[in-house]
């Protein structure tokens, strides 16, 4: 290789390393575009910035290096990432949400997935944190005009976060005078000693009101999320009483869940610790 290929790689893997950490994280199909190199271009580059320890691979992209417990990826960084694991969630997901029940989303990307599903849902009333999970719903009625049926939705105020969020004390007060039916929540993390928990204080104290105003609490999580353990917990496991997650998950994470928590495998048959989605227990 000569000098000049040399530099051109050090000033590619410059650009790259200066996007990872200005967005929170990147997809290598947005780095070859933006870079104008191939697939294998951009993968070895990422290699060679992981062997120098500035960044960190993840499944389609990358990610900087910083203390796990508190490093929150940005919404874009995190979408690419688990689709068909997220998607076969929101669809197993979907049916515990009972036309005519009031029901709250909170940000993350599976629950912008499982909004997509809920649409045909009659009746709903939606409460949301969620700037993405809002605008799910806000394009289909744009789309197709206000229909007999349609959901209804509330979003809270509140500070955006990486995540597209909205959190702090505007969301926290807002919240804490709902009452839900189903709370449907995104984790960042999900382990038998830390409970839930996210690398952002103030969305964790959201999420802790959006627990705390719920009859029921549903977990979508894929199994990437099993064994992190974010900066701060906001609930623990036997605060759950569902967690749907896809076929991924282990059987050492299944044997460590608590027996009184439901867990619903996307995609699996039933079985013992799994019951069809819309089963009441």
Do not use: C
């Amino acid at each position: 290789m000569s000098e000049n290929q040399n530099l051109l790689a050090e000033q590619r893997r410059a650009l790259i390393l200066d996007e990872v950490r200005r967005r929170g994280g990147v997809r290598v199909n947005e780095l070859t575009r933006k870079l104008g190199v191939s697939d294998m271009t951009v993968r070895r580059d990422l290699d060679a910035l992981a062997r120098q320890g500035v960044l960190e691979k993840v499944h389609g992209g990358a990610v900087p290096v910083v203390e796990a417990s508190s490093h929150e990826p940005g919404f874009e960084a995190k979408s690419g990432l688990e689709l068909t694991a997220k998607e076969d969630i929101a669809r197993a997901a979907a049916p515990l949400a009972a036309p005519g029940t009031a029901i709250a989303l909170s940000g993350g990307t599976t629950t912008y997935a499982l909004a997509q599903h809920l649409l045909d849902v009659p009746d709903l009333t939606v409460v949301t944190n969620s700037v993405r999970v809002a605008d799910v719903f806000h394009a289909a009625q744009r789309t197709a005009g206000t229909r007999q049926g349609a959901a209804t939705v509330v979003l809270t105020g509140g500070v955006r976060t990486p995540s597209d969020s909205l959190v702090g004390p505007v969301a926290d007060q807002a919240i804490a005078a709902l009452h839900f039916d189903v709370l449907f929540l995104g984790v960042h993390g999900i382990s038998p000693q830390a409970g839930l928990s996210t690398p952002n204080l103030a969305e964790a104290e959201t999420n802790r009101r959006l627990v705390q105003s719920a009859r029921r609490v549903v977990v979508v999580a894929d199994h990437t999320k099993w064994g992190t353990v974010g900066l701060s917990s906001f609930a623990a496991l036997d605060q759950v009483d569902t967690l749907v997650t896809d076929a991924g998950l282990p059987v050492e994470a299944r044997l460590e869940i608590p027996e009184q928590l439901r867990l619903v495998v996307a995609g699996e048959p039933d079985g013992p610790g799994h019951r069809a989605p819309g089963a009441d227990g």
